[in-house]
């Protein structure tokens, strides 16, 4: 399985803010969405990502005082991508060796999605669930 194939389950849409946005409009985002990271973009360029992780950093060293602070304040700067033909293995090793939960899927210098690990899990419980049932289904037959 690839990462199109978690994009074309899940949809392409992207939440993202500015880099000036405010801390505590970015959380709010993040509650209402009920989602654990977003996008920071000027325009169609990656500035980098906020996640709960980012937010509790900096609550964390700065205090409530970092909530009237730019996002870019808090975000992390070093975004790691992948594409669209990247297998869901391939993602895993990513997001377990760097730590993340979140990855943008870039094809050709272009935003065209997210994926969370959340979705690389739902796909593999559905890959397992589909090889179980195929399973039976040849016992059965045999």
Request: with cysteine; glycine share 4%; hydrophobic share 45%.
């Given at each position: 399985?690839?990462?199109c194939?978690?994009l074309?389950?899940?949809g392409?849409?992207?939440?993202?803010?500015?880099?000036d946005?405010?801390?505590?409009?970015?959380?709010?985002?993040?509650?209402?969405r009920?989602?654990?990271?977003?996008?920071?973009m000027?325009g169609?360029?990656?500035?980098?990502?906020?996640?709960e992780?980012?937010?509790?950093?900096?609550l964390?060293e700065?205090?409530?005082a970092?909530?009237d602070e730019?996002?870019?304040?808090?975000?992390?700067?070093?975004v790691?991508?992948?594409?669209?033909?990247?297998?869901?293995?391939?993602?895993?090793?990513i997001?377990?060796?760097?730590?993340?939960?979140?990855?943008?899927v870039v094809?050709?210098?272009?935003?065209?999605g997210?994926v969370?690990?959340?979705?690389?899990?739902?796909?593999?419980?559905q890959?397992?669930?589909?090889?179980q049932?195929?399973?039976r289904?040849y016992?059965k037959?045999a």
């Amino acid at each position: 399985m690839t990462v199109c194939a978690i994009l074309t389950a899940k949809g392409h849409q992207v939440v993202s803010v500015e880099p000036d946005v405010k801390l505590a409009a970015a959380v709010k985002l993040l509650s209402e969405r009920r989602i654990g990271s977003v996008l920071v973009m000027s325009g169609t360029r990656i500035d980098g990502i906020l996640s709960e992780r980012d937010v509790v950093r900096a609550l964390d060293e700065r205090g409530a005082a970092a909530l009237d602070e730019p996002v870019s304040a808090a975000m992390t700067r070093k975004v790691v991508s992948c594409r669209l033909s990247d297998t869901v293995t391939h993602l895993m090793e990513i997001m377990t060796s760097e730590r993340f939960r979140h990855l943008p899927v870039v094809e050709d210098d272009r935003l065209v999605g997210l994926v969370s690990i959340g979705d690389v899990v739902k796909l593999r419980v559905q890959e397992y669930e589909a090889e179980q049932e195929a399973l039976r289904d040849y016992i059965k037959t045999a």
